[in-house]
């Protein structure tokens, strides 16, 4: 078990004793005992997230004793992992935001019947399949692209193609209005 110290240093150091005593552990302690500090301070400038920089290089570190990687140097491949999550999660919090933004503005000016519809699409979203489901919720409530889309699933971007019409097709019927008889 492994004890929680409030230092991230110090997490460090207790995790990679308890994973055994390998030469990437005895990589890690080096590393954060001489690098550490600057590899943080170098990510914080490089991304201007000073808060962000230390959680990043904890991920990269994790990943470095996870994934069995072996770089040269550990301070440089650090660097750039960390500097690459930080930007990650920039560009996945910008979308976010964006998204709900989207979605702030076309509920403002709808009217109740506007609002029921909203519920509908919803709801008809929702009973979608699965895979249908993740592709229309990628390509058309967070704006990504097809081929961003395919490699997000992991699928071919014929593939989300062809969910996206599927897609349609079954909003189009669950959504279209009633056939009103003129009688």
Known sequence: MI???????TNLRVASRSMGDTQAQARLR???DTEYGKVVAAVGIATGDR??????VHDALV????DGHDPQ?????????????????VRRSVAEKRAVGRTAERLEPMEAEGVAMSV????A???????QREVVLLHYYLDVSVADTAASLGIAAGTVKTHLHRARATLAQTLSPADEDPA
């Open 30 to 32: 080096t590393f954060v």
């Open 73 to 89: 140097n550990l301070a440089a491949w650090t660097t750039v992992v960390a500097v690459n999550e930080v930007r990650q999660r």
């Open 125 to 131: 979203v929702e009973q979608l399949p699965d895979q």
């Open 63 to 66: 990943k470095f004793l996870r």
């Open 51 to 56: 808060d962000g920089a230390a959680d990043a």
């Open 3 to 9: 004890a929680i110290h409030t230092d991230p240093l």
């Open 120 to 123: 509908d699409i919803k709801t």
